[in-house]
Structure formats: structure tokens, C-alpha cells
């Protein structure tokens, strides 16, 4: 079946603007989230749906982060002004709910690219 | 917060088995460890999770200790195709704190 797609694969934005990154999880998969791996480092999670609600948006690293999810499917990730810091690889992966015996296995996506000039 | 770290490389042998550890100390009791597998240009993929004890499944084990504090993932005879980064996760359950190892960049050689 076809997996977590993301859109764009690449995005070269200059600083100041606003970008905005697509995750179609996988159908069935009512669990979302967000991560950014910058070069050669690891994940940092970023932020978690379940359903349309996100819990805690603590992970994001500032103000001008925000994630949305509607219809309990897509979500979007928008950066707004974005600074040179923020190129990353931005990844987004689905699961199953989480519920009493464990974290669900998440399935990722292959990622955006952004690229901040 | 649960800290997680992992040594950045490892080299190995085609044939032999890899044992990597990631150490986190500060591990809560809610708290799950995930082991995940990712290539480049790739999101990363599951390999195996655990609470305690030892799990296993058909492409690798996790050993935890008694206190919980370190993993370790074992991958027996590795072929030059488990060449990855391989990374930790201390997980709450709870959707709010997910932390990722730094990664340990596994290569098997011939």
C-alpha cells in the first residue's frame, strides 16, 4: 500500500520567507508527527497529532513554527520568516494510536528538504 | 527529559554480529525504546522495541537491563546491505517527549 508521502521533496527558499510542508500519512493512520534532522545530526521531534488535536506544541523551536492537521489526514507544517538555521530535512511519520501496550510503529516519509538562502 | 546517546560509528565485518548501546540514564518509567534503521535519503524505517528483558524479532535482538539505563540492539551476521544509521528512541508513550539518539553510523565492509 502506498506509505507516508511528503511535498515537496526540495525547497530553496530565501530568508524572510514563508514555507509551508505537506504530509499525507498513511490511510487508517490516525497518529502524525513532525521531526527535523538537520545535517548529519539526529531527529529532534517536533510535534505529535492525534486525530485533528496536537497536545503539546512544546517541541516546536519557536514562534514562527506551526503545524495544522484537518479532516484527521494531511497535516502541514508552515515556517514563517525563515532563517538559515532552519534548512534541515524536514521528516514526518504516521502510526497507528498510541495506546497501553506501547508505542505504535511509526512509518516515515522520505522527507523535504529545505534550504534557506 | 531522557538523554539518549550512541556512539557515532561502528565498523564491522560482513558475517559478524554488531552489538550497538545507547545509554540513557535519565529514563523514566513510562518510558519505551525503539530502535530505528535509516539509509540516506530515506526515512528512517522500525527495527525492534523493548520495555525490558530481551526482545527479538526476525532481523535483530534488544537487550535491556534490569535498570533500564542503556540498550543494546544486536544485529547478527550483518551484510554489506546494513550499512545505516542506526538511532535509539526513549519513547513516553504519551506523544510528547520522543528523543532520538545522535545516530551511530554502522559500515560493514567485505
Known amino acids: 500500500g502506498a506509505g507516508v508521502s511528503q511535498s515537496p521533496s526540495n525547497k530553496v527558499t530565501e530568508k524572510g520567507k514563508d514555507v509551508e510542508l505537506r504530509c499525507d500519512p498513511i490511510?487508517?493512520?490516525?497518529?502524525l508527527y513532525w521531526y527535523r534532522q538537520s545535517l548529519g545530526q539526529g531527529l529532534e521531534f517536533l510535534i505529535y497529532f492525534q486525530g485533528n488535536s496536537a497536545p503539546d506544541k512544546s517541541g516546536l523551536p519557536s514562534d514562527r513554527f506551526s503545524a495544522e492537521r484537518t479532516g484527521g489526514s494531511v497535516s502541514t507544517l508552515t515556517i514563517q520568516r525563515t532563517q538559515q538555521e532552519d534548512s534541515a530535512v524536514y521528516l514526518c511519520a504516521s502510526s497507528l494510536p498510541r495506546g497501553t501496550s506501547g508505542p505504535p510503529k511509526q512509518y516515515f516519509g522520505p522527507g523535504t528538504r529545505l534550504t534557506v538562502t | 527529559l531522557a538523554k539518549t546517546t550512541q556512539p557515532i560509528s561502528m565498523d564491522s565485518y560482513e558475517g559478524q554480529e554488531v552489538n550497538i548501546t545507547c545509554s540513557h540514564n535519565?529514563?523514566?518509567?513510562?518510558?519505551?525504546i525503539t530502535w530505528y534503521q535509516q539509509f540516506p535519503s530515506q526515512g528512517p524505517r522500525f527495527i525492534i522495541q523493548?520495555?525490558?528483558t530481551k526482545v527479538t524479532n526476525e532481523v535483530a535482538s534488544l537487550f535491556i537491563p534490569a535498570d533500564r539505563k542503556s540498550s543494546t540492539l544486536s544485529l547478527p551476521r550483518v551484510s554489506l546491505s546494513d550499512t545505516a544509521v542506526y538511532y535509539c528512541l526513549v519513547d513516553n508513550n504519551a506523544g510528547n517527549m520522543l528523543t532520538f539518539g545522535g545516530g551511530t553510523r554502522l559500515m560493514v565492509k567485505p
Open positions: 490511510s487508517g493512520h490516525t497518529a
Open positions: 535519565n529514563i523514566a518509567t513510562n518510558d519505551y
Open positions: 523493548g520495555y525490558k
